[in-house]
Each structure stands twice: as C-alpha cells, then as structure tokens.
C-alpha cells in the first residue's frame, strides 16, 4: 500500500513538474520572440495569403509586399493589383481600385503585425508547442470561442500564420525573403487615394 501510495505522488510530482517545465518553455519563447522584434525597426517581406471558406469549399490566394515599422502596417497586393491595407494609429484603410473604394474604420485590436498578433492571443488562450525543432517552432493558440491560430517561426522570426475560426474558414499568410533594418521610403504608409474614390468612413470619431 505504501509503495502504491509513493508511486501516486510521484506520478502527481511528474505531472505538475511537466507543466512547470511547459509553461517555462513558453514563457522563454515569447521572450525570445519580444527580443527578437525589439531589434526589428523596419521590415519587408513578400507574403502569399489564402482565405478559405469551409461551407462555400472555396479558397482565394493573394500575394504582394509586406512592410511595417512602429506602429504601421502595411499589406500592398500584386494580385489583386491595387489592392492596401493599411493599419496605423489613425485607424485602418482598405483600398481597391478595381471598384475605387476605400473603407477607413477604426484601428481598435486590430493587428496583424506578427509579434503584436502573438501577444494579443498570448494572455488570452491555451498556448501549446505543436514543434520544436532546432531553429523551427510551430505554436498553437486556441482561444474561448473555438478559434485557433497557428504561427511558424525560424529563429524567432515569424514565418507563417493561420487563422482558423470555430466554423473552420481561415486566412493563411506566408512570409518570404524577409528584408530586415532597411531604410524604407518615407511616404511608404502614405497612402494618396484618388479625388473620385468612393470613400466609407466607419470611424466612431
């Protein structure tokens, strides 16, 4: 009985020993990650983006130039051609040019600047390593409502993102030949929208 006894709490000790030694793991993981984007002042990138519909079994591919600096986000699209979206403290401006309009509504949480994304979901949802590989990381986060993303990284650096919702449609954006500290032009967040575009201001103020 003694012995039965000893082999439960040592496997009670295991366990939670376990989850310590997860949750460290994590936490010097986004602290690797926060480290790594203090050091980021300018980034570009091509990024490919697929949205899936789940009911509709339908998906849509895009692809174009990323930027971001501070607190500006940038997606500039080649296809569709004419397409930004633009996220900075004013709030966030979607451009199409094939119907020129823009939608300009309020920045609120929305983020889709990597490291930001991270730490928006880090406080607020089950956190899991799906690989830990070397310089390779896949993270999981699901969330209250049944969402989950899913963020690749090599060498703390964002590399990949999904975003699945609880009806199984998501958006895929992967990043490639990521330009790291280079002097972007100045009115690269600047955008000049054509004096006869339909414009929909969404803004509370």
């Given at each position: 009985?003694?012995?039965?006894?000893?082999?439960?709490?040592?496997?009670?000790?295991?366990?939670?020993?376990?989850?310590?030694?997860?949750?460290?793991?994590?936490?010097?993981?986004?602290?690797?990650?926060?480290?790594?984007?203090?050091?980021?002042?300018?980034?570009?990138?091509?990024?490919?983006?697929?949205?899936?519909?789940?009911?509709?079994?339908?998906?849509?591919?895009?692809?174009?130039?990323?930027?971001?600096?501070?607190?500006?986000?940038?997606?500039?699209?080649?296809?569709?051609?004419?397409?930004?979206?633009?996220?900075?403290?004013?709030?966030?401006?979607?451009?199409?040019?094939?119907?020129?309009?823009?939608?300009?509504?309020?920045?609120?949480?929305?983020?889709?600047?990597?490291?930001?994304?991270?730490?928006?979901?880090?406080?607020?949802?089950?956190?899991?390593?799906?690989?830990?590989?070397?310089?390779?990381?896949?993270?999981?986060?699901?969330?209250?409502?049944?969402?989950?993303?899913?963020?690749?990284?090599?060498?703390?650096l964002v590399t990949d993102f999904r975003v699945?919702?609880?009806?199984?449609?998501?958006?895929?954006?992967?990043?490639?030949?990521?330009?790291?500290?280079?002097?972007?032009?100045?009115?690269?967040?600047?955008?000049?929208?054509?004096?006869?575009?339909?414009?929909?201001?969404?803004?509370?103020?």
């Amino acid at each position: 009985m003694a012995t039965y006894r000893i082999r439960i709490i040592l496997s009670i000790l295991f366990i939670s020993f376990s989850f310590v030694w997860a949750d460290q793991e994590l936490e010097n993981i986004y602290q690797n990650i926060v480290d790594k984007y203090s050091r980021i002042k300018t980034y570009e990138a091509d990024f490919e983006q697929e949205n899936s519909w789940k009911e509709l079994d339908k998906t849509k591919n895009s692809s174009g130039k990323v930027y971001f600096a501070k607190n500006n986000f940038l997606l500039k699209y080649s296809d569709p051609e004419g397409q930004i979206l633009l996220i900075e403290d004013a709030g966030i401006t979607l451009y199409d040019s094939a119907s020129n309009q823009a939608i300009i509504s309020d920045r609120s949480n929305a983020e889709l600047r990597p490291d930001k994304l991270i730490a928006e979901y880090w406080n607020n949802s089950i956190k899991e390593i799906k690989l830990n590989d070397g310089n390779f990381l896949i993270l999981q986060f699901t969330t209250a409502d049944g969402s989950e993303i899913h963020v690749g990284l090599e060498d703390y650096l964002v590399t990949d993102f999904r975003v699945v919702d609880k009806a199984g449609n998501s958006v895929l954006y992967v990043f490639k030949d990521a330009v790291i500290n280079k002097k972007l032009p100045k009115k690269i967040f600047k955008i000049e929208l054509p004096e006869d575009a339909n414009i929909i201001d969404q803004r509370s103020e």
